[in-house]
């Protein structure tokens, strides 16, 4: 069952695409997906933020080099960090100490989500990207009630057991009536560094039969890159560049 209760928000944002990153269950990579496809339409020239909804779980700041800042407020309206590249960024994680635990029930977190979007003074954005927590409660409840989302995109990773997750996120768009935009793969294999090889470490993928299942675009398969690793740990992702990435960056913009 879908509560039909939706919090209140306010409509006056100039955000001309606002497109969530999500997965039914966590450390399938979905903040890392954020960040890249973040990274890559600023590269294309558009104007780009990020607003970390996964509160208890907080990674967009370390990701993006900007752990270190903090958000600012006038008392009234919040303020984005911006990152040297120019992506606007907001997390909990910039308001306190990315050491300290987030210990709040499911409602509260959902209201910090709203405030985030209320209260923020964002500016004008050809693309909001929303950072997601793991699975189908209040806050992407929250979200897919009261944001005007123009698409979701579900990440998931090769088990079989994970396309049964991802089915309950595919199942919950469609039933709040929210478009999704594709299924994006991570973890895939790994491409041997003598041979080229794909290796795939979880055996065979289930994400194109998921996609099949629901007539969705399969938008690509990660593989899993220590260089990517080393970066994200830095917080320097802008610094990677794959041609597989190119690719699929390229086909969330023309969706």
């Given at each position: 069952m879908i509560q039909k209760d939706a919090p209140k928000v306010k409509e006056n944002k100039n955000i001309k695409n606002v497109i969530a990153v999500m997965s039914g269950k966590g450390g399938v990579g979905k903040s890392t997906v954020t960040t890249l496809l973040a990274k890559e339409l600023r590269k294309k020239g558009y104007a780009v933020g990020?607003?970390?909804?996964?509160?208890?779980?907080?990674?967009?700041?370390?990701?993006?080099g900007v752990s270190e800042q903090k958000m600012t407020t006038d008392g009234k309206n919040m303020y984005p960090v911006v990152t040297e590249d120019g992506i606007e960024i907001v997390s909990i994680n910039l308001m306190i100490d990315e050491n300290e635990p987030v210990v709040w029930r499911g409602p509260v977190i959902a209201g910090a989500?709203?405030?985030?979007?209320?209260?923020?003074?964002?500016?004008?954005?050809?693309?909001?990207?929303?950072?997601?927590?793991?699975g189908t409660g209040d806050v992407p409840l929250t979200v897919f009630q009261s944001l005007p989302l123009n698409g979701i995109i579900i990440v998931t990773s090769p088990q079989e057991l994970v396309g049964m997750i991802v089915s309950k996120?595919?199942?919950?768009?469609?039933?709040?009536?929210?478009?999704?935009?594709?299924?994006v793969e991570n973890m895939s294999y790994v491409k041997c560094p003598d041979c080229d090889k794909k290796i795939y470490m979880f055996g065979k993928s289930h994400s194109q039969e998921v996609a099949d299942r629901y007539q969705l675009p399969l938008l690509g398969q990660l593989p899993i890159d220590s260089e990517l690793t080393q970066l994200s740990d830095q917080g320097y992702v802008e610094n990677y560049h794959s041609d597989w990435f190119d690719e699929f960056s390229q086909k969330v913009k023309d969706i």
């Amino acid at each position: 069952m879908i509560q039909k209760d939706a919090p209140k928000v306010k409509e006056n944002k100039n955000i001309k695409n606002v497109i969530a990153v999500m997965s039914g269950k966590g450390g399938v990579g979905k903040s890392t997906v954020t960040t890249l496809l973040a990274k890559e339409l600023r590269k294309k020239g558009y104007a780009v933020g990020v607003l970390d909804a996964d509160i208890t779980g907080p990674s967009i700041p370390r990701l993006m080099g900007v752990s270190e800042q903090k958000m600012t407020t006038d008392g009234k309206n919040m303020y984005p960090v911006v990152t040297e590249d120019g992506i606007e960024i907001v997390s909990i994680n910039l308001m306190i100490d990315e050491n300290e635990p987030v210990v709040w029930r499911g409602p509260v977190i959902a209201g910090a989500v709203m405030q985030f979007w209320n209260e923020v003074v964002w500016s004008d954005l050809d693309y909001l990207l929303i950072d997601m927590p793991p699975g189908t409660g209040d806050v992407p409840l929250t979200v897919f009630q009261s944001l005007p989302l123009n698409g979701i995109i579900i990440v998931t990773s090769p088990q079989e057991l994970v396309g049964m997750i991802v089915s309950k996120a595919v199942n919950m768009a469609k039933k709040m009536d929210v478009d999704i935009i594709g299924i994006v793969e991570n973890m895939s294999y790994v491409k041997c560094p003598d041979c080229d090889k794909k290796i795939y470490m979880f055996g065979k993928s289930h994400s194109q039969e998921v996609a099949d299942r629901y007539q969705l675009p399969l938008l690509g398969q990660l593989p899993i890159d220590s260089e990517l690793t080393q970066l994200s740990d830095q917080g320097y992702v802008e610094n990677y560049h794959s041609d597989w990435f190119d690719e699929f960056s390229q086909k969330v913009k023309d969706i």
